[in-house]
């Protein structure tokens, strides 16, 4: 029999209508996992430890509804598996646009492997590995080239030609549109370390435009030759058809998945990832990896501009060489694009006459302040970011953002779906812009997509916190930890004790963690023995919920597992609340409609798109079917009379039924 040592938060603020159970009280035994030599395995991403979602079953959920909706259908192989998929963009031609649309399909896909030519571009894939080099990994399907030129394609079909070939997306733009697009973005600062960019920050516009020209020509035409020999493998999105409306973004976006996964998906995907998609369209709000809250913090540039600035800028097209903005326009009209009426400055010479001193520094910063103002920006995640006078059309002045308010903490408890939770909260701090946060006691899987997550919050007290063993002493200290600085809002989980119990078994018995003292010898266990075995065991876990339960209130909103598994209405209900809870009027209608359509690809009963549902390799099957949850409920009986009476007390101290 294992022991365990039950300890009550010694504060007269916390009522416990729980007995101590005598008998467990001498030992005490950790449920923690051994960290170093589990710890050592680990793959290293951005100099960060990235644990595989097999490292930490502490959270992975486990239910019969998941059974339920999985029952009858054997899982089918992923695209991802069958041929090489490639991105390809170029500098100023929309790179950002494309690479982060690509982004939310390439995540619901569960991708975990990428790679990207040369080292260019930033994030491809939210998870995993990205930042590899193709050549070095040539097994890697998700890959994405920034620079991509005429032998590239070529290339790529005899490479791929005997291994299932590929497919990819390209974005194009008005080429003449890209070198005003550059001059403003590399006129503000932007990539100080890009050759293109050099000196470019001094240079007005008069100068500035043809000499922006002649840097960007090779990137044009290296554009221009791919778009040549993409047929039939690579499909061609317009910037300007995607920025133009949200029509223009639903329809490429479809064509995309259309053409790039055929039947190979369901059609119940396809809505999810054109649902995911649309955060990049600047049309609908800015919620997207291209546009968040966290664009200030990181110290970025702004890459929008209004159209007052982008028209003064390309006044002085008909400065570049002639020679030049023929072949320019060629490609223009090769693409596609309507010819641009380029005017002669003919009131400029003149004016250059006029003095002596025409020109000095002092002068020509007066008479180019306008141009030196141009395109102010949100984001510098290097080459290919994009910048639109639709962007600016829409840009609001940014509300302050939640997270530097107060601390927001997610609070779980082992088998009372940990994994559900945190994965919900998942999307809303990613379209928050969460960039750092840290964990209690090192225990539980990545709680935020980017940035730092795995800090330890008594050496790194973030904002964004996950405590994956949450007590009512935990609670206490933090309200009294924050009580000065903002204080705290948070959301919990929690389940009928007895459904832990059988889920704990369920789940320990598959042989899931063993380096969990709560799984020891449970793999060999029939139901008759393990079941009431497993009851001693998740006490202390059982009664730490009920414990942080009792005083959540004022700043925690309590989530049951079973409404948000039981239908997507109360999925959808519950997420509804939380955001309330959590942020009231500080973010806006929009911005919660945006948080919700993204949590919902966590709901087990529509579709299986979401961080809790992916299959991951050497993972243990985290769910079960109703026989095999009514098997182990039958044994139920056989606990321990006392002991099933505390579980009894628990199950009225949470408000589930006891019969």
């Known amino acids: 029999m294992h022991g365990y040592y039950i300890a009550t938060p010694p504060n007269s603020d916390m009522a416990s209508p729980l007995r101590q159970p005598a008998a467990l009280q001498p030992a005490r035994r950790s449920l923690r996992a051994p960290s170093s030599p589990h710890r050592l395995s680990t793959p290293r991403r951005r100099g960060r430890t990235v644990p595989t979602i097999a490292e930490d079953g502490q959270g992975l959920f486990q239910t019969s509804a998941r059974g339920r909706s999985k029952s009858g259908r054997s899982p089918t192989s992923s695209p991802l598996d069958k041929r090489v998929y490639v991105t390809l963009a170029w500098h100023k031609a929309g790179t950002q646009l494309m690479r982060n649309t690509m982004r939310w399909i390439w995540d619901l896909l569960d991708a975990r492997e990428a790679c990207r030519y040369d080292g260019y571009g930033v994030d491809l894939i939210s998870h995993g590995f990205w930042e590899q080099d193709c050549p070095e990994h040539p097994d890697v399907k998700i890959r994405f080239n920034n620079h991509a030129n005429q032998t590239f394609l070529p290339a790529l079909r005899a490479d791929t030609a005997s291994s299932g070939g590929f497919k990819g997306v390209m974005t194009l733009r008005d080429p003449l549109e890209m070198v005003i697009s550059s001059y403003c973005y590399h006129h503000r600062g932007a990539e100080p370390k890009n050759p293109i960019s050099v000196g470019m920050v001094e240079l007005g516009p008069k100068e500035g435009v043809p000499e922006m020209a002649k840097r960007m020509a090779p990137i044009i035409r290296d554009m221009f030759e791919v778009f040549q020999v993409a047929k039939p493998e690579v499909y061609v999105s317009h910037f300007e058809r995607m920025t133009g409306s949200s029509s223009g973004f639903n329809q490429t976006v479809k064509e995309i998945l259309d ?70 326009l060629h490609f223009q009209k090769a693409l596609g694009y309507p010819p641009t009426a380029v005017k002669k400055l003919s009131w400029l010479l003149p004016a250059l006459a006029l003095s002596a001193v025409t020109f000095t520094a002092a002068a020509a910063e007066q008479l180019w302040q306008a141009a030196g103002e141009f395109c102010k920006d949100q984001h510098q995640h290097g080459p290919g ?35 559900l939770l945190r994965n919900t909260m998942r999307w809303i701090l990613d379209l928050l812009g969460a960039r750092e946060g840290c964990r209690y006691d090192h225990m539980g899987q990545e709680f935020l997509t980017h940035g730092v997550w795995d800090q330890e919050c008594s050496e790194h007290p973030a904002n964004v916190r996950f405590h994956n063993h949450i007590s009512g002493k935990a609670l206490l200290e933090l309200r009294a930890e924050t009580a000065q600085t903002g204080g705290f809002r948070g959301v919990m989980t929690i389940r009928n004790p007895l459904e832990m119990v059988i889920s704990s078994y369920c789940y320990h018995h598959r042989g899931a963690e063993p380096w969990n003292s709560i799984s020891d010898g449970m793999a060999s266990m029939h139901p008759k023995d393990g079941v009431p075995e497993m009851a001693r065991r998740m006490l202390p876990v059982v009664y730490n919920m009920v414990q942080a339960y009792q005083v959540t209130k004022p700043e925690v909103y309590v989530s049951r597992f079973e409404r948000m598994t039981g239908s997507s209405t109360g999925f959808n209900q519950t997420v509804q609340e939380m955001l309330d809870f959590l942020f009231g009027n500080e973010v806006s209608d929009n911005f919660k409609r945006r948080a919700l359509d993204a949590a919902v690809h966590e709901d087990l009963n529509r579709g299986e798109f979401g961080y809790s549902f992916t299959d991951h390799t050497n993972d243990v099957n985290h769910t079960s079917d109703e026989q095999e949850m009514d098997e182990a409920r039958s044994y139920l009986s056989l606990v321990d009379k006392d002991l099933m009476a505390h579980y009894k007390e628990m199950q009225k101290a949470l408000g589930y039924s006891t019969e």
């Open 259 to 328: 053409f790039l996964f055929g039947d190979e998906v369901s059609d119940h995907f396809k809505r999810r990832a054109l649902d995911a998609a649309a955060h990049e369209d600047l049309n609908r709000g800015e919620d997207g990896f291209s546009f968040s809250f966290h664009s200030e913090a990181d110290n970025q540039v702004n890459h929008t501009s209004d159209d007052q600035e982008l028209n003064e800028a390309r006044s002085y097209l008909s400065l570049v060489d002639q020679e030049l903005l023929e072949e320019l």
């Open 385 to 419: 970011l994009f910048q639109t006078s639709l962007a600016r059309r829409h840009a609001r002045s940014k509300p302050e953002n939640p997270l530097d308010k107060r601390v927001y903490v997610t609070c779980t408890s082992h088998k009372a779906g940990s994994q």
